[in-house]
């Protein structure tokens, strides 16, 4: 996993949220940058454990555009920098050589 600080375009994955985990795992696209501040779930309006004032994000996924801390997310790389990433090249030639 890359270090590289979450920015617009980004995939991330939600993992961390309040006590009831009503988008705990949810997955989207960062949109821009937004002050917040939360102290329930915009779902189901239980409070939290986790309450947030401060920067934050704003994720475009299935459900619709939500705000969330940054260290609520994780980045999800693009294929291509993940580790064990093989270009469809070199795919190709390893079923050359098997052949
Ligand atoms: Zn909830």
Redesign the pocket.
């Known amino acids: 996993m890359s270090d590289k600080p979450i920015s617009v375009g980004d995939l991330v994955m939600v993992v961390r949220?309040?006590d009831?985990?009503?988008?705990l795992g949810n997955i989207g696209t960062v949109i821009g940058f937004a002050r917040i501040h939360r102290d329930e779930?915009?779902?189901?309006?239980?409070g939290s454990c986790l309450p947030h004032s401060g920067d934050g994000v704003r994720v475009k996924d299935a459900g619709g555009i939500a705000r969330y801390p940054m260290e609520w997310l994780k980045r999800i790389p693009p294929y291509e920098q993940l580790k064990h990433f093989r270009s469809e090249e070199l795919l190709r030639r390893d079923v050359k050589e098997k052949a």
């Open positions: 949220y309040m009831c985990g009503c988008n779930c915009d779902d189901c309006s239980t």
